[in-house]
């Protein structure tokens, strides 16, 4: 508690305690944090609780929640007990599902009707920043945010040199769930080894080659990697690559897919988690948001590892994913502005993503909890941690990125496409940069 009023102590009666919190990505000078109440002591039950002054003199406040399906019981409970630390105030606070992929089409759509506080991924934040509907987090809050997460998060959560957002998690990629009954911790190195012993239990792998969110690991894997933005911030920007050795990944791939026809299939990653319960699947590629899900539907048999590796011409190459994280937003074009900023800086502080971790299984973007039993002897969080020394960061991706790498995956595991023709597989991979970059 005395960490962070040493901090927060120094800026409430200055005029930017909350500069920048009514609007988008401009800075303001107006002091909305000024009040009568600027003598209250702080309170509350954790380090993410501030002083009554920041409230300056707003009051029954009305505010909107955005949260995952996953997270919502847990978001309105983490709230009642918010509404507990600031019992002074007066507040109507209601939780809407509403899935962080499309948080920002939402707030983009109509902000002035969009939720006050939202959960969005990384890759969301510029085009969030760029159209003016996320406020800047609180000036007298950055110092506090950026010294209890994770550097990575902290970078990944600013722009133009300012933070914008507050750090969720730092674990949002996949992994490879399994049974262990049938899949063991040698099968599930290699994805050979783990179709083959799907096949022979008769279950499925489930993998979702349709979503761009996944299907890049086939050309993530290949070699066409992303790398931020061109100069005109629009453009994705792809690293070099041998576009010979790529065809011969991603033909690697759909030779691997048709021999194992039956049994690599791809669906929703949702149909992994019903897989297990009702005993058609033996592994497959899902995310930590769905952990708790699986678990509960494997028990004893649950088994996790980073993604597996392909052989290539002889030789393994690890399955190279998409990671990024996950954040807490501040509408600014909220009517309780201030308001917001104190319930996001309280909903991504250390007890609350503690609770994440406890309840749902997210990993934690606070240091304190990343140092906690509960993430270091955590499976899924172990293997996700592992992933990421193998993938591309989820931020700063083109708006064009998602629907052509869908294609991609695709056309690999169409039953009509030909694994053994180079040409079209050059052309499929020529085509899909091609679209993604809006060169054609």
Do not use: H
Not at 130 to 148: C, H, L, M, Q, R
């Amino acid at each position: 508690m005395k960490k962070i009023l040493a901090i927060l102590m120094a800026g409430v009666l200055t005029a930017t305690a909350f500069a920048g919190c009514g609007g988008g990505g401009e800075s303001s000078n107006t002091n909305s944090g000024s009040s009568s109440n600027s003598g209250s002591n702080a309170t509350g039950v954790n380090a993410s609780t501030v002083d009554y002054a920041y409230f300056g003199d707003e009051d029954n406040i009305k505010l909107k929640v955005w949260a995952p399906d996953a997270a919502v019981n847990l978001v309105k409970q983490q709230i009642e007990d918010f509404k507990k630390a600031y019992s002074e105030k007066k507040f109507d606070i209601t939780v809407v599902a509403q899935g962080e992929s499309d948080a920002a089409t939402q707030m983009l759509n109509d902000a002035s009707a969009a939720a006050d506080v939202f959960s969005f991924p990384s890759d969301q934040l510029n085009k969030l920043v760029d159209a003016g509907v996320i406020a800047p987090v609180a000036k007298g809050f950055t110092e506090y945010v950026t010294s209890e997460n994770s550097e990575d998060t902290v970078k990944a959560g600013t722009s133009k040199d300012t933070l914008y957002a507050y750090p969720e998690t730092n674990d949002n990629g996949y992994y490879m769930v399994y049974d262990n009954t049938v899949v063991t911790e040698e099968d599930a190195k290699t994805l050979e080894g783990t179709l083959a012993a799907c096949q022979k239990a008769g279950k499925k792998f489930i993998f979702d080659a349709g979503d761009g969110f996944y299907a890049c690991t086939f050309a993530f894997t290949a070699g066409a990697k992303i790398d931020g933005l061109e100069e005109d911030g629009i453009t994705q920007k792809f690293v070099d690559y041998d576009e010979d050795e790529a065809v011969k990944t991603l033909q690697a791939f759909a030779k691997l897919i048709k021999e194992y026809k039956g049994t690599f299939t791809s669906l929703n990653v949702k149909n992994v988690a019903s897989g297990f319960k009702n005993g058609t699947c033996g592994a497959g590629v899902d995310g930590s948001w769905d952990t708790k899900v699986n678990q509960d539907s494997l028990g004893e048999k649950f088994g996790a590892a980073k993604l597996p590796t392909i052989n290539v011409d002889g030789e393994d190459k690890q399955l190279v994913s998409m990671f990024g994280y996950k954040y807490i937003g501040v509408n600014g074009s909220s009517k309780f502005p201030n308001s917001a900023q104190i319930l996001a800086l309280y909903l991504s502080g250390e007890e609350c993503q503690k609770q994440r971790t406890e309840e749902l299984g997210w990993g934690p973007s606070n240091k304190n909890v990343q140092q906690d039993k509960l993430v270091t002897e955590s499976a899924v969080l172990n293997a996700i941690k592992d992933q990421s020394q193998n993938s591309c960061t989820q931020v700063n991706i083109a708006s064009t990125f998602w629907t052509p790498m869908g294609n991609l995956g695709n056309k690999l595991v169409a039953e009509e496409w030909n694994p053994d023709d180079a040409d079209a597989t050059r052309k499929l991979l020529q085509d899909t940069i091609t679209n993604i970059r809006d060169e054609g």
